[in-house]
DNA sequence: TGCAATAGTTTCAAAAAATGAACTATGGAG
DNA sequence: CTCCATAGTTCATTTTTTGAAACTATTGCA
């Protein structure tokens, strides 16, 4: 595997899948198996109905995600991952197990002590 | 390998890393050895100077890179990625590895012919 | 006909992010 | 004491994203 200069122009494509608020988390709940609208929406709280429907949408044109209307009483609807979807799974792997090594290590304070890097 | 149901909560650090525009490909000039303030300007362009300050700052803070000055004509600075920084790598080939197999399918057209899913 | 439940849509305002242009700082060479 | 190159900063503005609130649509049962 090689990272090359050619690389990030070609990687460009999946940023537009995993950038943005909302985008990975929603694609951990649909790995988890949660699928209707209104349990992606409880599992994602506080997001808004609207911005859930534009993640979505965005998964359903890159090919990530079906969407499929189960009429009845009362309807409902549910997104499951395409193959290219459960294939973004080793990236969410990969996230998880940095995570497990480096995540609790994570600063999160202002850091008022020191302020410019080191002078060699 | 699990990713149950806490698993998003716990990963959610990793996304304040990740997400946001400009961050998954500053990332990667880094692993392709782009250290330079200018470099990574250039190699991001259009971006801001500004927004790629914004950027290696909050990096900075997350512990995934060190700031480092070099004085001297002209005096340059560089950005070095941390172990945990490094150990990002395996997110990235990740991708990349997703971008071989899916990444020529990734469908862009507004898809104005079907509109809503299908239906059961 | 009215109601309950799901899954949205619409509208508009608010908040956050990104940008452009111009300016600052540093330090040695000339 | 001016110039060059690097690496920023500052400020005002624009662009993008997000959000809340209220409304629509579908279905079948009572």
Known sequence: MMMDQSCPGK??????????????????????????????????????????????????????????????????VEYDLTESGRGLQPIFEAMWTWTQSYGAYLRNETNEGEEAGKVM
Do not use: A, Q
């Not at 460009?12 to 995993?18: F, G, K, Q, V, Y």
């Not at 209104?38 to 429907?53: A, C, D, M, Q």
């Open 11 to 76: 990687v460009e494509p999946i940023l537009e899948i995993l950038d943005g608020k909302w985008m990975l988390i929603l694609l951990f709940e649909l790995f988890n198996g949660n699928k209707r609208f209104g349990e992606l929406r409880r599992k994602l709280h506080p997001i808004s109905p609207k911005t859930l429907t534009d993640r979505l949408r965005l998964l359903e044109e890159k090919g990530i995600v079906t969407r499929t209307i189960y009429p009845g009483v009362p309807l409902h």
